[in-house]
């Protein structure tokens, strides 16, 4: 069984660019998260989609948005980078079975904004 | 704000067990204790949860104490490729969706 599959592993934009990063969950999942991991503030929850609703979201200004397809795939964007952008884009699925469900994480995409 | 406390490092021998502590002393009845390990630049991997029971899979042992305000992670024979970060992280038992709170983790260094 597949894991969950994000695309660009390594990407690098210029300040002003805008982005856009894909993941596919495993296959059944239904529930996808994104979450930034930088070295200063570690692992930040982004915003999390169920049936291509957004049911959750952290604090993080509007540049980042998202995106939640009707086969689970989802998509995170981020207009008008900063140099404090860069970071590794994770993405994180669940079947959503209700009490102490497990979540599995994909490799991530390491985005640099120079 | 992550609901854990952990040491920020412990160091273990190879083919000994490592035991990572986490503090979670105002966790809740409802609240699953799950614990991911994240190898340098690569995702989290999940390692294991439980509510109140203790807790064994093939990769680890969990351990919770009786009134469940800490746990215990046991990895019982480390190898080098333990070498991690271990998060320990608290989740309401009927959060359904995926969002969880990182804190800052217990770093792991495994040394032959």
């Known amino acids: 069984k597949a894991g969950v599959t994000q695309t660009p592993r390594y990407l690098i934009k210029t300040r002003g660019q805008q982005v856009t990063l894909s993941c596919s969950p495993i296959?059944?999942?239904?529930?996808v998260s994104w979450y930034q991991q930088t070295p200063g503030q570690g692992l930040q929850f982004l915003f999390e989609?169920?049936?291509?609703?957004?049911?959750n979201k952290g604090n993080f200004p509007g540049r980042f948005s998202g995106r939640q397809f009707s086969n689970s795939r989802s998509e995170m964007n981020v207009s008008t980078l900063e140099l404090g952008d860069s970071a590794l884009y994770l993405c994180?699925?669940?079947?959503?079975?209700?009490?102490?469900?497990?979540?599995?994480f994909g490799e991530g995409s390491w985005l640099t904004v120079v | 704000d992550a609901k854990t406390t952990q040491p920020p490092s412990m160091d273990c021998a190879e083919g000994r067990a490592a035991n990572l502590p986490c503090n979670h002393s105002?966790?809740?009845?409802?609240?699953?204790v799950y614990w991911y390990r994240q190898i340098h630049s690569q995702g989290p991997q999940y390692i294991i949860h439980g509510l109140k029971n203790n807790e064994t899979n093939e990769m680890a042992s969990l351990i919770i104490t009786e009134d469940r305000k800490s746990s215990t992670l046991i990895l019982p024979h480390a190898t080098l490729r333990d070498t991690a970060v271990y998060y320990c992280i608290v989740r309401p038992q009927n959060q359904a969706g995926t969002a969880l709170i990182f804190g800052k983790g217990t770093t792991l260094s495994v040394s032959s």
């Open positions: 989609y169920f049936s291509e609703t957004q049911r």
């Open positions: 296959s059944g999942h239904r529930s």
């Open positions: 105002t966790i809740s009845g409802n609240e699953y």
């Open positions: 994180a699925s669940s079947l959503r079975t209700g009490n102490g469900n497990t979540i599995y």
